[in-house]
């Protein structure tokens, strides 16, 4: 064998060691389900008008005045100063798909539920405003206390912006997916899958048993006992911490319900989810007066 040809076989060896062991990763990619469907970015611009509007605005002064009362504090006149405001922009806010537990071919792991902005309080307490399309306009949906939607956007952003954060409400886990991997964003979710995460594919295994036999139609949802999927009554508390109901109806004074976005691929009962909640439910919200509050972390 001369020189040339020794070269030659021995670079050839190399790169047949090098493509056998790039293939696992090959197929693992080739196993990551597609992300989910992203809103565009006139829907994003429309939602964060509806979430900044003045009515907004007034409505979340009322919601940080209402919660300072609760906590004990003295009511005072307003003043400009006092003016919440809003931080950033919206985010979209996906959840753990009911067609991903079902197995559905091709179904990603979260489906957009809706948008998110993140509200300051003057003396800096913080809420998420929920906006969701209805029809053919961004509504806001829905206040909730604290700022769980933004901040965990932005850590699963910090680890990979191409990943895809999501929520599964039912344990009040929130997670990064990143290609074929599922890792965790906060306490719950490291209790779910560890703490460097697990696969996508071992993930659905544990959803599947968690909540497979309470998807919408099951006979377990047809008893109104949806802790997964299914419809709740909305007299009925979901179970997990102390919910709120608006005191005043947003402008209008009309309930705004979810409805599906068909430019966006929003899905129905987009303004379901409730951080801490273990059930997703179909809730008539009263425009921006609706107010849920959550645990604090």
């Known amino acids: 064998m001369t020189k040339r040809t020794a070269v030659r076989a021995a670079a050839t060896g190399t790169l047949a060691t090098a493509l056998l062991a790039l293939a696992p990763h090959s197929a693992l990619a080739a196993d990551a389900p597609a992300p989910p469907t992203a809103p565009t970015r006139a829907g994003v611009a429309a939602a964060h008008e509806a979430a900044a509007s003045p009515a907004t605005l007034d409505t979340l002064a009322r919601f940080f005045a209402s919660e300072g009362a609760r906590r004990g504090a003295r009511a005072a006149a307003p003043t400009a ?4 405001r809003l931080e950033g922009g919206s985010v979209p806010v996906y959840v753990l798909s009911p067609d991903f537990v079902r197995g559905k071919a091709g179904a990603a792991v979260a489906r957009l539920e809706f948008l998110a902005d993140k509200a300051v309080a003057a003396d800096g307490r913080k809420a998420s405003v929920w906006t ?3 029809g ?4 806001v949906v829905n206040i909730a206390s604290g700022d769980d939607e933004t901040r965990y956007a932005a850590a699963g952003a910090a680890k990979d912006k191409a990943g895809t954060v999501f929520h599964e409400p039912q344990i009040d ?3 990064v997916q990143r290609g074929n991997r599922v890792e965790p964003l906060d306490a719950d979710a490291e209790k779910a899958v560890g703490a460097h995460g697990t696969t996508v594919d071992a993930y659905r295994k544990r959803v599947v048993k968690a909540y497979g ?3 919408p139609g099951s006979a377990y949802a047809k008893r109104g006992e949806a802790g997964g999927y ?3 009554a909305a007299s009925e508390p979901a179970p997990g911490p102390a919910s709120r109901p608006a005191a005043q109806a947003g402008p209008g004074g009309q309930p705004t319900e ?3 976005q068909a430019g966006d691929s929003f899905p129905q009962a987009a303004a379901s989810t409730v951080a801490a909640a273990a059930a997703l439910l179909a809730l008539g919200l009263l425009g921006a007066g609706a107010v849920r509050r959550r645990r604090g972390r």
Do not use: F, N, T, V
């Open 213 to 215: 036999d309470k998807l």
């Open 132 to 134: 969701a399309r209805q």
């Open 258 to 260: 979810a409805g599906a």
């Open 173 to 175: 886990a929130w997670y």
């Open 230 to 232: 299914g419809p709740q």
């Open 81 to 84: 100063q006092d003016a919440p």
């Open 136 to 139: 053919g306009s961004w509504k």
